[in-house]
């Protein structure tokens, strides 16, 4: 089976530029979740989608942070615009559903960089 | 609210001794509690879960962990350290009370074994 796959792997932009990181998870799973994992800390929620409905942004900077979920496989997540704090790894995660005890399949990341 | 720690920023060990990462945690309700592991460069991998019954819980490469509800400890082990198993450690926890509560990782700990 194919694992969670993002692109791209490394991204260096300035502050107040863009940004979008691609995430393709595994083949039928239904809920996909972003991460923000800043150096030195454990991996923090930014959102979560069940097919293509959110079920919990509660963590996202809605200012400047946007994702979405087309058809329910891959997604997207966007910042606009990036500021310094924004720098850690992204990492997209999957699981065959939201049930409690499922574990969660990772992307290797997207790192980025903000000068 | 849940919350999950881990005391050690990491740990030492040599090569073939015993390990232990330590993990404790705290929800309203009963966990569900995870292991993952990450590599450099790499997301995070799963390990293991304890969900309900048995409080040994068995995953992969040799490692176990321990739930222990009174001490609300779920401590990764294995009998005997391998230079491979040299990487950074996240513990996890979920309330299983609530059906929309996410997955709350620790801030890590790093396993170096020695040779």
């Known amino acids: 089976e194919a694992g969670v796959a993002q692109s791209p792997r490394y991204k260096i932009i300035e502050k107040r530029q863009s940004v979008a990181f691609w995430c393709n998870p595994i083949?039928?799973?239904?809920?996909l979740y972003w991460y923000q994992q800043i150096l030195g800390q454990g991996p923090k929620l930014l959102i979560q989608f069940q097919n293509n409905g959110v079920v919990d942004d509660s963590q996202l900077p809605k200012d400047r942070f946007s994702a979405e979920r087309l058809k329910g496989v891959d997604s997207t997540l966007k910042i606009q615009p990036a500021k310094l704090e924004d720098s850690a790894v992204y990492l997209c995660?999957?699981?065959?559903?939201?049930?409690?005890?499922?574990?969660?399949?990772f992307g290797d990341g997207t790192r980025l960089s903000i000068l | 609210a849940q919350s999950v720690a881990q005391p050690e920023d990491q740990v030492n060990v040599a090569e073939g001794n015993p390990l232990t990462v330590k993990c404790t945690y705290s929800?309203?309700?009963?966990?569900?509690l995870f292991w993952y592991v990450q590599y450099p460069n790499r997301g995070l991998q799963f390990l293991l879960k304890?969900?309900?019954?048995?409080?040994l819980v068995k995953g992969s490469y040799g490692f176990e962990a321990e739930f222990n509800k009174s001490q609300t400890s779920f401590h990764l082990k294995k009998p005997s350290a391998l230079v491979s198993d040299s990487a950074l450690y996240f513990c996890a926890v979920r309330d299983r009370a609530s059906s929309a509560s996410k997955i709350i990782f620790g801030s890590g700990t790093r396993l170096s074994i020695r040779p």
């Open positions: 929800v309203s309700g009963n966990p569900y």
């Open positions: 304890y969900i309900t019954g048995d409080n």
């Open positions: 995660a999957s699981s065959s559903t939201s049930g409690g005890g499922q574990p969660q399949h």
């Open positions: 083949s039928g799973h239904a809920t």
